[in-house]
């Protein structure tokens, strides 16, 4: 929780040095910091662990078991540990599961990443391990896998927990909460695209599954504060296959966690679930 006293050094910085202060922000949101993941349980088995060359470094790579292959895709702060508790029922199941580290995230080398490099990361994780059946992600690792799916990853049926629409939405509703001018959101924003090369509206989720005609299960929980139920929603409406189940009481992380999505998961991914579409 920031104090009173950050946001008004804050936005004094901001308005006194608006192009240094974007600089700051563009730093901030692109450096990992550990969300960490108590209370996840442990999979049974230990996982195979191997790394995998990506740009100048390598990221940290785990599976477990046999069979069809999941790609799990973490969220933002996380790494692959944070989605045990998928990993033994995909297992039983009858698949193999293959989680990584994200650029910049746990074992994997970097401090900063974006994205696009995320997304790079996944694409290239997926190809290394042949044809997926499906994908699972969460958060940030949504757009992430969405984008790598537009540029070529095929998956035939994917599920996003908790998936954000706009990550640049987020990160101006971030701004504001630290108090700094929204002219620095809107230098940071224009700085960072133009170094990396993109428009925004371009990495919006629900434009980017719009050519996903693949089955797409969205699972959003309408108490999440991180990400709101309104971003999941306006996904599972693009999709052309899209479905979309609400849960409530879970929060934004609980989706990790819960028997119940993680039944859902399972049994979508392994085409016999239950996927009918939940009252808001």
């Not at 049974?44 to 895709?73: D, F, K």
């Not at 995320?118 to 940030?140: K, N």
């Not at 757009?143 to 994917?158: F, I, K, Y």
Request: aromatic letters at 6%; proline letters at 7%.
């Amino acid at each position: 929780m920031i104090s009173l006293a950050q946001r008004f050094a804050l936005r004094t910085f901001g308005v006194a040095l608006p192009g240094r202060a974007a600089q700051w922000f563009e730093n901030m949101l692109l450096t990992p910091r550990p969300a960490g993941h108590g209370g996840v349980p442990t999979p049974r088995a230990a996982p195979e662990r191997s790394r995998l060359p990506y740009g100048n470094g390598w990221l940290a790579l785990h599976a477990w078991g046999s069979g069809p292959t999941i790609l799990l895709v973490h969220g933002w702060g996380g790494a692959a540990g944070s989605m045990g508790a998928f990993v033994d029922p995909l297992v039983d199941a009858g698949f193999r599961v293959v989680a990584y580290d994200a650029p910049a995230h746990g074992g994997s080398d970097g401090v900063r990443t974006n994205l696009i490099e995320c997304a790079g990361a996944a694409l290239q994780v997926g190809r290394a391990f042949g044809r997926l059946h499906g994908i699972l992600a969460h958060s940030f690792g949504a757009p992430t896998a969405a984008l790598a799916m537009r540029h070529g990853l095929a998956s035939p049926r994917s599920v996003f927990l908790g998936p954000p629409v706009s990550i640049i939405d987020l990160s101006m509703k971030l701004g504001t909460l630290l108090g700094l001018p929204r002219r620095v959101g809107v230098l940071m924003a224009e700085r960072l695209a133009r170094r990396l090369r993109f428009e925004w509206q371009d990495l919006r989720t629900d434009r980017l599954v719009e050519r996903v005609d693949t089955p797409l299960l969205v699972v959003h929980d309408e108490d999440d504060r991180t990400v709101p139920w309104t971003h999941g929603a306006a996904i599972a409406r693009a999709a052309p296959r899209g479905r979309l189940v609400t849960t409530r009481g879970l929060g934004h992380r609980g989706l990790l966690l819960d028997a119940d999505v993680i039944r859902r998961t399972t049994g979508f991914l392994a085409d016999a679930g239950d996927t009918e579409r939940h009252p808001a």
